[in-house]
């Protein structure tokens, strides 16, 4: 199978570019500059029309959005390498959940914090209270993930998994955002171990390529 992952230093495809690390797929690597708006070149538009990274084209077909990519990569590579449970099981209904909950409940959360209070945001549509509510919000689903990491040392039970990788992904950014994970003593620890994995030192940086 050939594949070619669009990515950028330190962004939305970082988790991607980390969970090929831990699989250990072979792959052509494009780092895109977005500064330099290579994203919304006619080229990359036509393998994604949002002009965002991450894509990873599959045998010459594009696939968009990093949970899906990751989902797929878990699918295909991650169950031979017991980094992705098995279809039909209990725990691939867990992942499925946990990780498009990362993304979608979770990471929506994080979106609003953001419009609410990034300085990178017109002033026009920052707005202090509703930073405050989704502080709130973001702080109740955090205890929801405690809960499901009490007595487990990693989100599946004993071994790491993609899952882990795909929810620690948006948890960590959420508290480059300013979400307080201390508070939660289970996502907090979780979150150590997961940013002590080598790949994560490998991917999670400003250099852009791996290593
Ligand atoms: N929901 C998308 C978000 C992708 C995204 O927003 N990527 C940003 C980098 S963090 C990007 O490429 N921005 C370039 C731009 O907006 O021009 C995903 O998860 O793949």
Redesign the pocket.
Known sequence: MSLTLYA?PM???TPVVHAVAELGVPHELVMLD?SAGD??QSDYLAINP?????TLVVDGTPL????AIMQWLGETYGVERGLWPAAGTPDRLQALSWTTWA?VTYGGAVQRLNLAQSDRVDPAVRHAPMAEHCRGELDAMLAILDARLAGRHWLLGGEFSLADLIVASVVIYSSYCGVQLDGHANVAAWARRFQQREAFGKTWHQDGQPG
């Open positions: 950028a962004s939305s495809a977005l994203q919304k949002n002009g965002v990274v991450p968009f959005e990093a949970v993304y």
